[in-house]
């Protein structure tokens, strides 16, 4: 897991110090290798990507990601007409794509009760500019309801 962040921060240039690879790796050695509660795959995209990238090496490490390959359009034939950004968890990743001029679609399902208690779980301010799809419906309706959004 080590490697591969370190992969990840040479790919986009990003600048991590020593001292924040020391206190993801005594994260992961006291949180993860020592853990005895069932592992699922959101608990461990939750753990890496919170609780190890952003809380121990640098909070806005995904984002600096994704800004570098939004980045790599620009001067590009295949230049896309938008880039949807599917999966954005915390507030300070909302304002940093609103801060970009980003459109921000919150797609909100009526009486789903979230149980799971992590930061990333918690939902996001829904802003006045904001739009908002409800699922409610069919896979179809939801898709219907995108399409006339975009």
């Known amino acids: 897991m080590l490697k591969c962040l370190e992969l990840a921060s040479r790919r986009y240039n990003l600048k991590n110090d020593i001292?924040?690879?020391n206190r993801m790796e005594h994260f992961?050695?006291?949180?993860?290798?020592n853990n005895t509660d069932v592992w699922t795959m959101r608990r461990f995209m939750q753990t890496l990507g919170t609780d190890v990238v952003v809380d121990n090496i640098d909070r806005m490490f995904w984002v600096?990601?994704?800004?570098?390959?939004?980045?790599?359009?620009f001067g590009s034939e295949s230049k896309p007409?938008?880039?949807?950004?599917?999966?954005?968890?915390?507030?300070?990743?909302?304002?940093?794509?609103?801060?970009?001029?980003?459109?921000?679609?919150?797609?909100?399902?009526?009486?789903l009760e979230i149980e799971d208690q992590h930061i990333t779980e918690a939902g996001?301010?829904?802003?006045?500019?904001?739009?908002i799809?409800?699922?409610?419906?069919?896979?179809?309706?939801?898709?219907?309801?995108i399409n006339k959004v975009l």
């Open 124 to 131: 996001l301010p829904i802003h006045y500019e904001d739009t």
């Open 81 to 111: 007409e938008m880039v949807i950004i599917p999966d954005v968890r915390q507030t300070f990743e909302l304002d940093s794509l609103r801060a970009m001029g980003a459109t921000i679609i919150h797609v909100v399902r009526p009486g």
């Open 19 to 21: 001292n924040s690879y």
């Open 64 to 73: 600096k990601i994704a800004i570098n390959e939004y980045l790599d359009y």
């Open 133 to 145: 799809i409800k699922n409610e419906g069919s896979l179809e309706d939801f898709y219907e309801n």
């Open 28 to 33: 992961f050695k006291n949180n993860v290798l």
